[in-house]
Each structure stands twice: as C-alpha cells, then as structure tokens.
C-alpha cells in the first residue's frame, strides 16, 4: 500500500495508472469505522485500483464547528486499509490542499439550500471544492459516497453531471451499528447516555417506513411521528425533520412515490444526522 502526500507525486502516478488501469476513488475524513470501510470494500470489489483519500478538509467546517477536535488517527486508519488490501492512501496536508492564494471554489446552487446547507452555510461549498480537487488529482474513473450523507451525495453527483466530469458516482447504503445508530466519526463524541438518545434516530426512521408501507403519504403526519418520538428523551435538539424530493430536496406535502425522510439533530454538543429514502415497492 503506497501513502501519498503531495499532489504532484498522486497526479503522476494516475496518470501512470491510467495508461492500463481504472481508478476507484473513496474520499473520507479519515478516523475510519464500518461505514468507511463498507465503502472501500464496494470499491475493491469494482477490481480497478482503489485509491482512499484521507483529509479533514477545513473549508466546509464553519467557524462554530469542530474542525480543531474532529478525531483523527492516520496509524490506525493505514492499518485498517492495509487490512482492505487498499492500493493508495492519499493523505496531503492543508496546505498541500489549499496554498496561500487559493482562491476558487465551486458551488452547487440550490441543493444545497436545503437541510444540512441552511444551517451550515459554506459547508457544501467546501463539499464539493474539495471533491473536484480530489477528482483533479486523483483522477477517478469511479468514485464512491455513503448515502449516510444524502444531500453531499446527490450534490455530487449534480456537480459531476453538471460540468461534464467522466466519473461515475455510486452511492453506498449506511451501515448502522446493531442496534441501528448510523456510523459516523463523531458518535465518539457522544456519552453513553446521550448514545441511548441517539437511537431514537434510527427507530423514527423505521417508525415512518412502517406507515409509509401502511399507506401513510402526508408528510406533516410522518414529520410529527418523529417529532414526538425524538421528543420522548429530554436533550434532543431536533435542526430538521424533512421529508424531501429525492432528487431536488424540496419538501413535499404529499409523497407520490418516493422521499427521502431527513433528520439532523444535535444531543449534547454532537450533531447527528441520518436519513431513509421511501419508496413504493
Ligand atoms: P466522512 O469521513 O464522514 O467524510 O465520510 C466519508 C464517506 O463515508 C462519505 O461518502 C460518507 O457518506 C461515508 N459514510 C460515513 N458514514 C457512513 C455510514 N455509516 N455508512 C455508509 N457510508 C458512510
């Protein structure tokens, strides 16, 4: 497994690459769980080389946010991919990311006025900045994404169609812990008390599949049946609870066919989200 620092060192090598191989890009913040690696093990099975970046990228953290004590852990996350039987880790710096006059960024209109962007303004701008660097540099043929964060995904995916990147976007299912807690880097944040909160999430989430497979389709019935249930524990800090378009995330009074139910909340300091998509069978 080879760790690559610098952008010129993973530009040459792709392009080495590429004379007789496809490259499969995972991009993660790193401090990897289940999640991640579910991602990397789609990836290998694609059979192209898989190339997993590891960067906590400062731009799409606000300045309220938890940039400085995001985990990280770079030993364990390589031992963990040599394990997966990764080809590259790609793990540049800040700087090596974004020099001193770095000044362009990309943004993708409207998507991201809804749900998590209204609330973390700049967030996906940083999103998808630092994924176009990476598709720069690293110069996928495939790219893989959890639907954990289904709002970067679709962005993503509107991004690479919208400016004619030759890559395709597949989208990975979360992974949840057994008792249903999605994975994600920061439920290390959360206190075993506030871990039993948490799991109110995931069962709102199954709570409202039932009763759209009942039949229920107004979305202000389904909206305050996870309201009420997040609301049984005291410190749950519900930011939104939308059922959406899944392609445009506008929210819908009625669902047709299918929405996408979203949920973020904060319990304690930590910020959750998670999110189903409903869909007639
Ligand atoms: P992150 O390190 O949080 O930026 O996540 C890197 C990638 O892993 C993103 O595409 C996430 O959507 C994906 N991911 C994070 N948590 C999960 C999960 N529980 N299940 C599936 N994919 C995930």
Not at 50 to 70: C, T
Not at 99 to 114: C, I, M, N, R, W
Not at 139 to 144: L, R, S, T
Request: aromatic fraction near 6%; charged fraction near 30%.
């Amino acid at each position: 497994m080879k760790i690559i620092k610098t952008v010129r060192e993973m530009q040459q090598l792709s392009d080495e690459l590429r004379k007789t191989k496809k490259i499969t890009l995972v991009p993660t913040m790193g401090y990897l769980h289940e999640g991640h690696l579910a991602l990397v093990r789609r990836a290998t099975e694609l059979g192209h080389v898989v190339v997993v970046s590891i960067f906590v990228n400062p731009i799409q953290f606000g300045p309220q946010e938890d940039l400085a004590k995001y985990p990280r852990d770079f030993d364990r996350d390589a031992a963990l991919l040599e394990k997966e039987k990764t080809d590259i880790i790609f793990y540049p710096d800040a700087d090596e990311m974004y020099p001193g006059a770095f000044s362009t960024y990309v943004e993708v209109k409207k998507l991201e006025d809804h749900l998590c962007g209204k609330s973390r303004v700049g967030h996906f701008v940083g999103v998808a900045t630092v994924v176009a660097k990476l598709f720069n540099i690293v110069k996928p043929h495939f790219a893989v994404f959890g639907q954990k964060d289904y709002q970067q995904l679709i962005i993503i995916e509107k991004m690479v169609n919208d400016l004619n990147m030759d890559i395709e976007i597949i989208g990975h299912p979360t992974i949840r812990e057994q008792d249903g807690l999605a994975m994600s880097s920061r439920n290390t944040y959360l206190s075993p008390e506030e871990r039993d909160k948490a799991l109110l999430i995931s069962r709102s989430l199954k709570k409202v599949e039932e009763l759209f497979r009942e039949g229920e389709r107004n979305t202000a019935t389904l909206k305050k049946e996870v309201e009420d249930l997040l609301h049984q524990k005291e410190g749950i800090n519900i930011e939104y609870v939308n059922l959406c378009d899944t392609d445009t995330l506008e929210e819908l009074g009625t669902i047709r066919n299918k929405a996408v139910l979203a949920i973020a909340c904060r319990i304690g300091k930590t910020r959750l989200i998670d999110n189903t998509i409903l869909t007639e069978a």
